[in-house]
């Protein structure tokens, strides 16, 4: 998306938070100062129940794995593989929590044509074999 889309032209419902863990850098004053300055709230997950986070660790995870992980970038490179992660996440990755269809489209609203087209092609695929099996047994 474009730069000019970002936070100038977004109107917020709900303001930003932070749900992190209890690790000592979570709990630190210079978080909670640049978390004030940026008008966000910050939660804390229990002690010993990593569940809380683990939708976000995961995606961490995910990205940690190609970007940094597997491969070296100088600074200034890390973050276009960063933005073409997130595209690439956003944009062409079809999760299955969202009926295969990609965030963007969800997002956009897109996702009911797209499933009811999917549910049209499966229908005519269903009953061209039908016919075609019918005409293998006559």
């Not at 986070?53 to 940690?64: I, P």
């Not at 929590?97 to 044509?113: E, Q, W």
């Not at 009811?116 to 075609?132: F, G, H, S, V």
Request: aromatic share 8%.
């Amino acid at each position: 998306m474009p730069k000019a889309f970002c936070s100038d032209h977004v109107r917020a419902v709900h303001k930003p938070h932070l749900l992190s863990d209890n690790g000592s850098s979570c709990v630190s004053g210079d978080l909670a100062e640049w978390l004030q300055d940026k008008g966000m709230r910050h939660s804390r997950g229990a002690p010993y129940h990593p569940q809380t986070r683990g939708k976000m660790a995961r995606w961490h995870q995910t990205l940690k794995n190609p970007c940094l992980l597997e491969n070296y970038f100088p600074p200034d490179e890390l973050e276009a593989h960063i933005e073409a992660f997130v595209d690439h996440d956003n944009r062409q990755r079809y999760p299955a929590i969202l009926n295969n269809v990609t965030p963007s489209d969800v997002y956009f609203g897109r996702d009911k044509a797209i499933l009811q087209q999917r549910e049209m092609i499966k229908q005519n695929t269903l009953q061209a074999r039908r016919l075609q099996h019918r005409k293998q047994t006559a």
